[in-house]
């Protein structure tokens, strides 16, 4: 006999839909909703929400913070906790493969971004890197958290694997739902009216899956949220946990003006490609609240828990990479060896605070807070596993750490303030360089102290070695490579063990011998 009655989960939707969300906040599901919402290209100063701190650990706001606009990662960082040293690797296929697999760059070997039509490992890159990217069967959170009953959604930048690979569709790793996901790295346009694309001169990069929204005028950052939404209503109606993935296009170039919010930024005095990179900051910044919103609306924000981050440092086309102009006062941008390239906003919070949900009393997340200990995108996956009481096959290495203790604002001294980023490649921004972070000691090193150009060669600054105490100077005006030899030669010893350790790849010379770093 046909069931008449609906179910709770259909009932959700209903009083969400009537606004009576609230009256049904007791019915916890089996697990916790996920929500990773993941920017591209978005440094940890592109935003009005200060993460860098003074001298007494207060948040210290900086002209950056006072040029965007981001009222709702606002709202998201005073009900939860934002991280002001929080790595990600500086290009973004290896940041989104580490989400995926718990492991360092150096590990997976992704170490560069993936061009989807032909391996870029670049003039004397390691010719064993990983350019096909993430595999079907491969170990991913998305594929544990399917078998842990989630259902799995993508939705936006997948950049996992070149085109005609398994990687290529996110739909072979794990996920249940792929939305508008493919090789590509950036999309053909942010217009509807463009057809995101299709049918331009950029049509090999157009973005999949979004045909409806063609020839309207959806901005993609709004079509991808009102897709987000849909796909967690039907989830929620299944009375399914979900793990969202929304991973969005935005902030990469092209640096297209979202008409919605271009005349905040008429008269700011910067060039237009400024402006619309801010317009595009604060699209991804309402798609940010209406997903809370939503949350809210059909009665699962209690039992959602958020995790904000970028993918790599700021690409924001205010000034030269190796300036602090776009990333003031961190040095450096998108794919650079500086904290500037590899510092990201990461904000922990559920999606509305309830002290008496049992699963926000599992994972308490201090309110308000700003947590000052190191951590990094490979700790992720342990943390989720970890909330929802898995954890990976032993025979897959997990680099990352659980944040818990983190996210409650507290210290843990169990973790080592460490990070590896290591990038074999060129031509880049930066070419052939490892960094190693060791408590507030930093070494970057240079497989080769000149790299040519076609204007040719980049010098880098200190030949092979850099040093820097990022406690005495966290903005890296001062080499300290040949006044310390011996912290020098301790700080090189560690990334060497850290290479060794994840079974790293390395530039090669022209006889094809590794370049592997070497002591001072």
């Given at each position: ?7 709770l ?10 606004g009576?969300?609230s ?9 916790p ?6 920017v591209?290209?978005?440094?940890m ?5 200060p ?7 207060e ?33 973004c ?14 590990r997976?070997?992704?170490?560069n ?17 990983n ?12 594929g544990?958290l399917?078998?842990q ?20 569709d ?6 249940d739902?792929?939305i ?9 346009s ?29 901005f ?7 897709e987000?939404?849909?796909?967690v ?6 009375e399914?946990p979900?793990y969202?993935?929304f ?12 008409p ?5 930024y ?7 490609p400024?402006?619309a990179?801010?317009?595009l ?13 939503y949350f809210e ?10 995790f ?5 440092g700021?690409?924001?086309?205010l000034?030269?990479?190796?300036e ?22 990461f ?13 926000q009393?599992?994972?308490p ?16 996956f ?16 997990v ?28 031509p880049?921004?930066s070419n ?13 090193y240079h497989?080769?102290?000149?790299v040519?150009?076609t204007?040719?060669?980049i ?16 903005f890296?005006?001062?080499n300290?490579?040949d006044?310390?030899p ?20 390395y ?14």
């Amino acid at each position: 006999m046909k069931n008449l009655f609906p179910t709770l989960a259909t009932l959700v939707v209903l009083f969400g839909q009537l606004g009576f969300g609230s009256a049904l906040q007791g019915a916890e599901p089996p697990q916790p909703n996920i929500m990773v919402f993941l920017v591209d290209d978005m440094g940890m100063m592109d935003t009005s929400v200060p993460f860098l701190t003074d001298e007494a650990g207060e948040p210290k706001r900086y002209p950056l913070n006072d040029y965007y606009r981001t009222p709702s990662m606002e709202r998201l960082a005073k009900q939860g906790i934002r991280f002001n040293q929080f790595y990600a690797m500086s290009v973004c296929s290896p940041t989104r493969i580490s989400i995926m697999t718990g492991q360092n760059a150096a590990r997976h070997r992704a170490t560069n971004w993936i061009n989807p039509w032909q391996n870029n490992a670049g003039p004397q890159g390691p010719p064993d890197w990983n350019w096909e990217g993430l595999k079907t069967g491969e170990v991913t959170l998305p594929g544990i958290l399917r078998k842990q009953g989630y259902h799995t959604i993508h939705v936006g930048k997948g950049h996992f694997g070149p085109e005609e690979t398994d990687g290529a569709d996110p739909a072979n790793l794990g996920f249940d739902v792929n939305i508008a996901g493919r090789s590509i790295g950036a999309p053909g346009s942010y217009y509807g009216e463009q057809n995101y694309g299709a049918g331009t001169k950029r049509a090999k990069s157009a973005v999949p899956h979004l045909e409806k929204y063609h020839g309207t005028k959806t901005f993609l950052s709004e079509a991808l949220t009102i897709e987000a939404k849909a796909a967690v209503s039907e989830t929620v109606k299944t009375e399914k946990p979900f793990y969202l993935y929304f991973a969005h296009y935005a902030v990469h170039a092209p640096f297209e003006s979202d008409p919605r919010f271009a005349d905040h930024y008429k008269d700011s005095g910067k060039p237009a490609p400024a402006q619309a990179f801010a317009t595009l900051v604060e699209g991804m910044d309402k798609s940010l609240g209406d997903m809370l919103d939503y949350f809210e609306e059909i009665g699962v924000a209690e039992n959602t828990l958020i995790f904000f981050l970028g993918d790599n440092g700021s690409d924001a086309p205010l000034g030269d990479q190796h300036e602090v102009a776009c990333a003031a006062p961190l040095r450096g941008k998108k794919g650079a060896h500086y904290e500037g390239g590899m510092r990201v906003p990461f904000i922990a919070a559920w999606a509305k605070a309830d002290p008496e949900n049992a699963w926000q009393k599992k994972l308490p997340i201090a309110a308000g807070a700003i947590q000052g200990q190191v951590a990094n995108v490979t700790d992720l996956f342990p943390t989720l596993l970890g909330l929802v009481g898995e954890k990976a096959p032993d025979s897959h290495a997990v680099d990352g750490s659980r944040l818990d203790a983190l996210l409650t604002g507290k210290s843990d001294s169990s973790r080592p303030e460490q990070f590896l980023m290591h990038y074999p490649h060129a031509p880049h921004r930066s070419n052939y360089f490892t960094v190693w972070r060791d408590g507030d000691w930093k070494v970057i090193y240079h497989a080769l102290p000149k790299v040519p150009t076609t204007g040719g060669f980049i010098q880098f600054e200190g030949g092979h070695y850099q040093l820097f105490n990022l406690a005495d100077d966290p903005f890296e005006q001062t080499n300290l490579a040949d006044s310390l030899p011996s912290e020098l030669k301790r700080m090189m010893a560690g990334m060497i063990a850290s290479l060794e350790k994840t079974h790293a790849v390395y530039p090669v010379d022209e006889s094809g011998k590794p370049l592997q770093p070497v002591l001072p």
